[in-house]
């Protein structure tokens, strides 16, 4: 057991036996009274998002969850299909955990899945992704008062705003918590 002071982004949990993520986390100080922690958290379980509240000296069951390294193979409308990269297995999971993450996805790329005992319950994205540029808005020659970006969309589909110098066919390094631009590659 653990005191929800403890509870941090990306921490997991169990409460009344269902799996959470914690996604966000604050904790309110108010003048007097006990101080309410409020955290936004996913059902490890479900995929659906809710709000917690908390008061100080609450407490929520820690869980222990196993890390396995993991490739991309592909995807088949419903499910998400990956390999084991120790054991060779091909463990899969609904598409719709992943939401606007698939973006992401290529074939042959590397990741985690999280396991709680035989159960995979979560997948962990590496901090950044390369993709290839297949469609640019043209740059115009000094359209720089403003800003000097521009939309391009990846061959996953993505869309990242760019400086003006990349161009189809560029391999771009893309940060995958909050998709910008890091480099050209």
């Given at each position: ?19 959470y993520k914690?996604l966000t ?70 598409k719709d ?89």
């Amino acid at each position: 057991m653990i005191d929800v002071n403890q509870l941090r982004k990306g921490t997991t949990f169990t409460l009344n036996d269902e799996l959470y993520k914690v996604l966000t986390y604050k904790h309110h100080k108010p003048g007097r009274g006990k101080a309410p922690i409020r955290t936004s958290v996913r059902n490890l379980r479900t995929g659906a998002v809710t709000d917690m509240t908390f008061t100080s000296g609450d407490r929520v069951e820690d869980i222990r969850v196993e890390s396995v390294d993991v490739e991309y193979l592909y995807d088949d409308g419903e499910f998400v299909h990956f390999m084991d990269l120790e054991t060779f297995e091909q463990p899969q999971l609904p598409k719709d955990l992943f939401g606007a993450d698939m973006q992401y996805l290529k074939e042959g790329m590397h990741l985690a899945l999280s396991k709680y005992g035989s159960e995979i319950i979560d997948y962990v994205l590496p901090l950044n992704v390369e993709q290839e540029v297949v469609e640019s808005e043209p740059a115009v020659a000094g359209d720089t008062a403003n800003s000097p970006t521009k939309k391009v969309t990846t061959e996953t589909g993505l869309e990242v705003t760019v400086p003006l110098f990349v161009n189809v066919g560029d391999v771009i390094r893309i940060k995958t918590e909050d998709s910008t631009y890091i480099t050209r590659v």
